[in-house]
């Protein structure tokens, strides 16, 4: 379970989170939406360890991220996976490389070993015909399916999602979607999806959250939130919102 | 503006970015043991920055060298000594035009090569990327690229010195008429007037090049590791990265001809 109670952050000159409590059961895809700037991707950076909070606590299974060490903070990582917007894949890197990436430099597992499971991921994601291309030859949404077959390469408990159909035609991120409650429904991985798009909320989540001025202005079931009079729920979940 | 708080302001910059610099470069020492992890990298960056680096020194060390021997020789033709045109050329760029020549091709062409390539990969979420796969960037990233300037440097130094030295003894002959022997055989005899293995000429030469191809890497990568705001950060980073290398280069030759020539 991930746990942010109460957390604040400020980077610059502004407040991003001011008092964010969110808690993710597991086994659950969580969908944190809101206006661009409330602190969506922030909070994601939190949950990895990338960012401390200026106050407040955030927990994974009941550790606190914020007070780990690097060792510590390195086996968090081990059982967690993180899909960038773009995919961040190393450029230099082929698609095969990129997703045996984590497991080169932390697993003991041999080359063939290696080279099994990152076939195994990268069919699961539907890229194993792309496993030899350069990241710059590829399309935006076979990045971001490498991108998630690199996040699920360890066989993480937990995937954090940024924005994962930003920039992508309706049907590629339909396929995105799809992907993402698969990754849930057969790797029983628990998700936090960070999103603009109502498509992505309501096929992928199983709860969705709204974030306005860096705190959680409405919180609930898919159904709750899409049936829901708050103005920033009729805003996200709106005819036309997409 | 208030120029009180933008000359602070300036100066708690500056003071960060060298901050950064230094702890970069102590991050970079203290993960030299796994650079057996990193051959291949190494091997790649160094590869790289011989290809990118090697014909513009070759042009400008030869030309370099060239003017080196017609502006002294013009002025010792009037005292009737241009027997000492070949040490004097052979000095100056073992010395000091040597190093000074590839640690500022280094910097424009490798220097600037590595701050947009980190740049780029910290702006698209790369090095965000990697972290959260628990590789350390300064491991992965800032290692191979530092060893294999500290490596490439010296090397391309001592390929511009004798392409310096050749170029001199081409004016030497051509217009100043001295004679290839006498110029090659004075060039030798005040590279070797030492009677050790390595000449103190050569070897200081060479220790330049090692501490500017440290500092070139260094300061590049820390000028891309530290870009921000898209494509603007990155030109942004490319541009402190090549000012602030020959900034070093130029500063770090002082220090470094001081100690050996004066101090010690």
Known sequence: MIELQDVYKRLGTRDILRGLTVTVPKGMNFVLMGPSG????????????IFK????????????????DQKQLMALRKRMGYLFQNGALINWLSVADNVALPLRE???MSRTDIADRVHEVLELVGMAHAHAQFPPNISGGMKLRAGLARALVTNPEYVLYDEPNAGLDPIISQQIHELIAEVRDRLSVTGLIVTHSRACATQCGDRIGILESGRLAIEGSVDEIVHSDHPLARAFMGIGSD | MNPFAATTGFLHDRVDGAGYVVNLLLR??????????RLRFLL?????????????????AAFAGAILAMQTGIELRRFGDTAVLGTITALSMCREMGPFITGVILAATVGSAIAAELGTMKVSDEIDALEVMSIDPTDYLVLPRVLALAVMCPLLTVLSDLIGIYGGSVIAEQNLGVSSDLYW???????????????KEVYVGLLKSFVFGVAIATVSCAAGLRAGGGALGVGLAVQTAVRNSVIL???????VTWFFYFLS
């Open chain 1, 38 to 49: 409330t602190g969506k991707s922030v909070t994601l950076k939190h949950v990895i360890g």
């Open chain 1, 53 to 68: 909070p200026d106050r407040g606590n955030v927990r994974v299974d009941g550790q606190d991220v914020p007070t780990m």
């Open chain 1, 106 to 108: 932390h697993s003991q």
């Open chain 2, 28 to 37: 970079t020492l203290l993960v030299l043991p796994r650079i057996h992890r």
């Open chain 2, 44 to 60: 790649d960056n160094a590869f790289n920055a011989g290809v990118r680096a090697l014909p513009v020194t070759m042009v400008v």
């Open chain 2, 185 to 199: 055989i004075s060039a030798i005899e005040a590279l070797t007037s030492s009677g050790t293995v390595l000449p």
């Open chain 2, 249 to 255: 280069i130029i500063v770090l030759g002082f220090v």
